[in-house]
């Protein structure tokens, strides 16, 4: 399992890059991630997300928030 430490950095990163590519503030795009459940789907698939780049990143985000319920428990699969 990887390290918590380097989950929560990859998260920071993922809400950095988000907020960059949709114009929105920080605070602003962390709310939308949490509240979509998409910063579970990050932390459940940092050992293959973590390995790509910036935009095939922000298009699995916006994939799993569009094919996903705003459900939190939902399970995620990485692809």
Do not use: W
């Amino acid at each position: 399992m990887a390290d918590i430490k380097n989950e929560v950095l990859f998260l920071g990163y993922c809400i950095e890059i988000y907020k960059a590519e949709k114009k929105m503030s920080g605070q602003n795009a962390f709310n939308y991630l949490y509240s979509t459940g998409a910063t579970n789907f990050i932390f459940s698939c940092y050992e293959s997300l973590h390995t790509t780049g910036h935009l095939y990143i922000i298009d699995s985000i916006d994939d799993y928030i569009r094919n996903n319920s705003q459900d939190k428990s939902v399970e995620t699969e990485c692809h």
